[in-house]
């Protein structure tokens, strides 16, 4: 059995590693080689999870400061690579761990690269100048401005019943968790 993990921080151990980047600067997610970044990976709850549920594999998708879109995203693509591979995904098992309705995401020609979008900041998985971390800010606070409340819940439910049904579809089996329901009333 493999342990797949998505969330954000809380996941990828944000309160353990303060930077999203290692020492050379490259994004700490999944596939970076960095030894403090194998040593986070083998520190956080879905390593501790796999060993508790003797899986053979371990594999952690979360980001720091990510959002749900994110989640379902990288979710499904991880899936949907495994299945073209010609991999078996009946022997999966995904624990998802949703964060802040408010946060999104959105790809960004120019740059190249996904940009992670809260209220106060903006992420990407390529070093930003001050000049163009107040660019993405800008478009950031246009958005911010134009959605309320009403429309981040809505997105959240459509990104939680999405993920199930695709799960459900492969018949792989799923446990969905939150950062409380006190971040979903709305």
Partial sequence: ????????????????????????????????????????LNCVWPCHLGKLL???????????????????RTTMDYITNEIVSGRPVDDIVAVIQWTHAHRFEYWDEEKDCWVLAMPSS????????YEESKSF?????????????KTHAQRYWTQVVALASFLENHNIPYWFTNLGADHYNF
């Avoid at 059995?1 to 303060?18: D, E, H, Q, R, V």
């Avoid at 478009?139 to 134009?146: E, I, R």
């Fill in 1 to 40: 059995m493999k342990l797949l993990a998505n969330g954000c921080s809380f996941t990828w151990g944000g309160a353990i590693y303060p930077s999203l980047h290692d020492p050379d600067g490259l994004l700490m997610d999944d596939k970076n080689p960095h030894p403090l970044n194998q040593e986070r």
């Fill in 54 to 72: 003797s899986t053979t594999d371990t594999i952690n998708l979360s980001m720091g400061c990510g959002s749900n879109e994110r989640i379902v």
């Fill in 122 to 129: 903006v992420i990407t998985s390529k070093k930003l100048s």
């Fill in 137 to 149: 800010q800008k478009f950031t606070d246009v958005v911010y401005t134009n959605l309320s409340d």
